[in-house]
């Protein structure tokens, strides 16, 4: 519940902002591609553009810290390959242990009380 509100006073602000500016560059611009020449040119409202060059950034910045991170990917689906291979060899251990003695697969100890740097305490006025 706590999020849902922290997004709708970030988002409503946010987009009531683009919404102005919207309303307010509603002019058509003129955008030419090739500054030096007679090139390719096309009149858009203002807000398109800037709009449009907000969503390229925000693309292009995506895509450069996920190309910046696949590093980090990699190293995580090795890693995992590596703890499911541990994992699997320690189970065929233990069965394989466990048909040599006979006995069932070890299972974990229970939790205890107390651990064992701090002793539990023994009464010790009724052991006399």
Same mark, same amino acid.
């Given at each position: 519940?706590l #999020?849902?509100?922290?997004?709708?006073?970030?988002?409503?602000?946010?987009? $009531?902002?683009?919404?102005?500016?919207?309303?307010?560059?509603?002019?058509? $611009?003129?955008?030419v591609?090739?500054?030096?020449?007679?090139?390719?040119? $096309?009149e858009?409202?203002?807000?398109?553009i800037?709009?449009a060059?907000?969503?390229?950034?925000?693309?292009?910045?995506? &895509?450069?810290?996920?190309?910046?991170?696949? %590093?980090? %990917?990699?190293? &995580?689906?090795?890693?995992? %390959?590596? &703890?499911? %291979?541990?994992?699997?060899?320690?189970?065929?251990?233990?069965?394989?242990?466990?048909?040599?003695?006979?006995?069932?697969?070890?299972?974990?100890?229970?939790?205890?009380?107390?651990?064992?740097?701090?002793?539990?305490?023994?009464?010790?006025? #009724?052991? &006399?």
């Amino acid at each position: 519940m706590l #999020r849902r509100i922290l997004t709708i006073l970030i988002v409503l602000p946010i987009s $009531v902002g683009l919404v102005m500016l919207a309303v307010a560059n509603r002019q058509p $611009v003129g955008l030419v591609v090739d500054p030096l020449g007679s090139g390719w040119s $096309v009149e858009l409202p203002l807000f398109l553009i800037v709009f449009a060059a907000l969503i390229a950034g925000v693309v292009l910045g995506g &895509a450069s810290v996920w190309l910046g991170q696949g %590093r980090w %990917r990699r190293a &995580a689906r090795r890693n995992e %390959r590596e &703890a499911r %291979r541990a994992k699997a060899q320690a189970e065929d251990l233990q069965a394989s242990l466990a048909a040599r003695t006979g006995t069932s697969p070890a299972r974990p100890a229970p939790a205890l009380a107390s651990s064992p740097a701090t002793p539990a305490l023994v009464d010790r006025s #009724r052991a &006399a």
